[in-house]
């Protein structure tokens, strides 16, 4: 029996910066997990990556976590860019908000980028949800979205999490 999503994972290249980042601009929680592994066999197993080495963290990010990686092996490849929403693959998570244009405000203070090619953007608002992608300070594409009345996928109306029991 599927219970839900557990977690999301960012791959990032500065791990306290960037936990940092989560629970100032997103409110997230520190449960006080924090691992990594080095040498070990079957870690390499799990993720597919023989001689792997990372850093790690959980966050608590409303009803699932958000775990962070920094990889020390093997080494990042740093020059690639990060994914478009148009990609194949994971692209980005969204965060949902009751003011999204107090919220970009705030988050540009954090380091977020809502940069187009004629300026910052603003929320765009089509109808059921306002919404803008940005960038963290690494890159990583990140959704905020306010949703209106009328909007039938609105956060709200996700089931607490039950994994727990």
């Known amino acids: 029996m599927i219970r839900g999503i557990h977690h999301f994972t960012v791959h ?16 997230f929680v520190d449960p006080g997990f924090a691992g990594g592994w080095q040498d070990n066999a ?12 990372a850093r790690s963290c959980m966050l608590i990010a409303g009803n699932c976590y958000l775990e962070l990686f920094q990889y020390s092996a093997p080494k990042p ?33 954090l380091g977020m980028r809502f940069d187009r090619p004629h300026g910052r953007g ?10 803008i992608y940005g960038q963290d300070p690494e890159g990583n594409l990140i959704e905020i979205q306010e949703t209106l009345p009328g909007c039938t996928f609105e956060a709200s109306r996700l089931p607490k999490a039950s994994i727990a029991s």
Do not use: N, W
């Open 122 to 131: 603003k929320p765009v608002d089509v109808g059921i949800v306002k919404a």
């Open 12 to 27: 990032v290249r500065d791990l306290e910066r960037m936990k940092q980042f989560y629970i100032d601009a997103f409110g």
């Open 42 to 53: 079957q870690i390499d197993e799990i993720v597919d990556v023989p001689g792997s080495a």
């Open 77 to 109: 490849d740093d020059s690639m860019r990060p994914r478009t929403p148009y990609e194949h693959g994971y692209t980005h998570f969204c965060v949902d908000v009751t003011d999204i244009e107090m919220e970009v405000e705030r988050l540009s203070t």
